[in-house]
């Protein structure tokens, strides 16, 4: 058996989304490239921090999903690997943090002019993960949870990213 190179890279990313589901696969696709983010974090006594970081999109999977990696240095570093589901017409989000251990699924969605994805901690706290303002070259990114079943929402993250040219 004759030995074959190639790296995990060649792998996981690809050129672009996959023919049979192109048209969905736009709702995330639009962000592919690098980003940088300005972010305000809340903690739960409502104290206010920040701080400036990286984002990168790109195509993965045979361009059946959209990988990223988000990078805030000294909070977080971490990856999300975003699947479309032809039989639920919405994606899989997988959120993987191995800085603060914190891993997390959602379904995600449009709704109207903006990306909403639904979700649960491991303790069943509601949380809703949006892109909202989306411009091509801007978007307005907000983790909020909910301590009332999804009656109120309370913000714990936005990021403000501007796409890095090139």
Known sequence: MNAVS????DLLFANGPAADR???????????????????????????STGRGRIRFAW????????????LPGVFYGTTLRIYDP?????????????????TRQIGRAEGPD??????????VPVRWSFREITPESFRWLGERSLDDGRTWH??????AHRLGG
Do not use: C, N
């Open 6 to 9: 190639f790296s995990l890279a």
């Open 22 to 48: 192109a048209d969905k696969m736009g709702l995330y696709g639009q962000f592919i490239g690098a980003w940088e983010m300005d972010a305000i974090l809340t903690a739960d006594d409502g104290s206010r």
């Open 60 to 71: 993965a999977l045979e361009g059946r999903a959209i990988q990223d990696v988000w990078a």
């Open 87 to 103: 039989g639920l017409d919405a994606w899989h989000i997988l959120w993987s943090d191995p800085v603060r251990q914190y891993y």
């Open 115 to 124: 990306i909403v994805q639904l979700g649960k901690t491991d303790v069943g």
């Open 155 to 160: 913000e714990q993250a936005e990021y403000r």
